[in-house]
């Protein structure tokens, strides 16, 4: 499994409740900018329209060896349909509904040269729970930092 890209912010904006892999369905040039690590999911989100689920504002450039004729009218942040079970579908929509979540695409990667992409069902974090988290993680390294000098000191 290679990884293509990441969304490192969503781990740190939203609380991630449970995962999914989808696959997405995408245009030749687009596979091989993919491919070549010029996708970026910061700020994109996935959205479900017609019962069928999408990638959104996720930016995919045009490949650099593509034909001028291929790029006439390209879009880089297009909506991408996303491909899931409909028993997926429907547990997603409904816990979107019920509990008011967010589904955030994770990262993408290459899986048997098929392109996949991790999306969550998430919380969105208030501002004080991302500063209590801050301080938590700074507190453990910092516990951290004393296990390892008391150690160090009594050898």
Do not use: C
Not at 52 to 73: F, N, Q, T, V
Not at 95 to 106: G, W
Request: glycine content about 4%; proline content about 4%.
């Amino acid at each position: 499994m290679k990884i293509l890209a990441t969304n490192k912010k969503a781990k740190h904006d939203f609380d991630i409740l449970k995962t999914f892999i989808a696959g997405i369905k995408l245009t030749g040039q687009e596979v091989k900018s993919v491919k070549a690590g010029n996708l970026k999911l910061t700020g994109s989100f996935v959205t479900i329209f017609k019962g069928e689920p999408y990638l959104a504002y996720a930016y995919i450039p045009p490949y650099e060896h593509a034909s001028k004729a291929s790029l006439a009218g390209y879009d880089p942040q297009r909506f991408r349909k996303l491909l899931l079970n409909k028993k997926e579908i429907e547990y997603i929509r409904a816990m979107r509904k019920a509990k008011r979540l967010v589904i955030v695409p994770l990262k993408a990667f290459l899986t048997h040269n098929l392109i996949k992409i991790e999306i969550a069902l998430a919380k969105p974090l208030k501002k004080y729970d991302k500063k209590r988290r801050k301080k938590e993680r700074e507190e453990k390294r910092k516990l951290e930092r004393l296990k390892r000098t008391w150690s160090a000191n009594a050898v």
